[in-house]
């Protein structure tokens, strides 16, 4: 496939009726179902030009489906690794280093998280799969902070549940542009793949519910830090909620124009609260503000006698 793509655009007629798209394409293309709602979700794949398809959409005969190419990543050096932070027979909690893939990607051929693995040793969940052993969730490339896998295909279930369920608690440090009148709020509003640009997000009529609260900690001149909250978990949550409301993230260059950060998106996960899948035990983790973000606070005039928010959870409950 990637052969396939390397000249441009893929454009495929379709020849039999009532055929679904998935189908279609994993014939066409000699790949997985998988690997074709993956191209799917990264809006690569159009239906007579309209981005935005169904894996199951029925085609008609006559249909000119495209499969544009991926753009690839750069990889990025070898030398970012996650800290572990806490680790036992069920679960590992880890401190991502903004810059490191969480896990193998389409367009990314550089190391990941899941590189790191075997170093860390001891087994893996397997409900992944062989590309994501242990991964329960993940935070994006440019995003620091902690993440909780698992190592027992028991303790992956349990803490997937409590991430549908919304019991798992997540919070976020955010440096973004503007000043805001209320001390907390909420943003409700629905996300999906944006249909001009594809690589985005966006809220949309259409798209899955999503909510994120805001508390403000930090009042700059011409900008705020956040403590945030997710009440879902949708892909780019955060930067899509505050950039439709007017208060992109600070550095984000997908979803802002400003570039007063460090290089990144001024987001950090700050707090990870669950209940130990073993022994239902209740488990808070907090990491501190790393140094590239500091830079980015004092840059914009944030103060050092600014309280870290989760100072009183660090190391309280584990």
């Known amino acids: 496939m990637a052969e396939a793509l390397a000249q441009g655009p893929l454009h495929l007629t379709v020849a039999e009726a009532c055929r679904r798209l998935d189908a279609f394409l994993a014939a066409r293309l000699n790949v997985g179902r998988t690997e074709v709602r993956r191209l799917i979700e990264e809006g690569l794949v159009?239906?007579?030009?309209?981005?935005?398809?169904?894996?199951?959409?029925?085609?008609?005969?006559?249909?000119?489906?495209?499969?544009?190419?991926?753009?690839?990543?750069?990889?990025?050096?070898?030398?970012?690794?996650?800290?572990?932070?806490?680790?036992?027979?069920?679960?590992?909690?880890?401190?991502?280093?903004?810059?490191?893939?969480?896990?193998?990607?389409?367009?990314?051929?550089?190391?990941?998280?899941?590189?790191?693995?075997?170093?860390?040793?001891?087994?893996?969940?397997?409900?992944?799969?062989?590309?994501?052993?242990?991964?329960?969730?993940?935070?994006?490339?440019?995003?620091?902070?902690?993440?909780?896998?698992?190592?027992?295909?028991?303790?992956?279930?349990?803490?997937?549940?409590?991430?549908?369920?919304?019991?798992?608690?997540?919070?976020?440090?955010?440096?973004?542009?503007?000043?805001?009148?209320?001390?907390?709020?909420?943003?409700?509003?629905?996300?999906?793949?944006?249909?001009?640009?594809?690589?985005?997000?966006?809220?949309?009529?259409?798209?899955?519910?999503?909510?994120?609260?805001?508390?403000?900690?930090?009042?700059?001149?011409?900008?705020?830090?956040?403590?945030?909250r997710l009440l879902s978990g949708r892909t780019h949550q955060i930067r899509v909620h505050l950039s439709y409301i007017g208060h992109p993230v600070v550095g984000d260059a997908l979803y802002s124009t400003t570039s007063a950060g460090s290089g990144r998106p001024a987001l950090h996960a700050a707090m990870l609260h669950f209940h130990h899948p073993a022994n239902g035990r209740e488990m808070v983790f907090c990491s501190p503000l790393p140094a590239d973000l500091v830079g980015t606070r004092h840059r914009l005039g944030g103060s050092d006698l600014i309280e870290w928010p989760w100072n009183e959870l660090r190391g309280a409950v584990w």
């Open 46 to 228: 159009e239906v007579e030009g309209a981005p935005m398809a169904r894996p199951s959409m029925s085609l008609l005969p006559g249909m000119l489906v495209t499969v544009a190419p991926r753009q690839v990543v750069e990889s990025m050096p070898s030398l970012l690794e996650p800290r572990v932070v806490y680790d036992d027979e069920a679960i590992v909690v880890l401190d991502k280093p903004a810059g490191l893939v969480v896990h193998p990607a389409p367009g990314h051929r550089g190391s990941t998280l899941v590189d790191a693995l075997p170093a860390i040793g001891g087994r893996w969940s397997a409900q992944g799969g062989d590309e994501r052993p242990g991964i329960v969730h993940r935070l994006d490339r440019g995003t620091s902070g902690l993440l909780v896998l698992a190592r027992t295909d028991q303790a992956h279930e349990h803490l997937a549940k409590q991430l549908r369920e919304r019991t798992m608690g997540r919070e976020y440090w955010a440096m973004v542009l503007g000043g805001f009148e209320e001390d907390r709020g909420r943003v409700d509003a629905p996300i999906g793949r944006d249909r001009q640009q594809p690589r985005r997000m966006a809220v949309t009529a259409d798209g899955r519910v999503a909510g994120t609260e805001f508390f403000v900690l930090e009042r700059l001149a011409d900008h705020t830090s956040l403590r945030l």
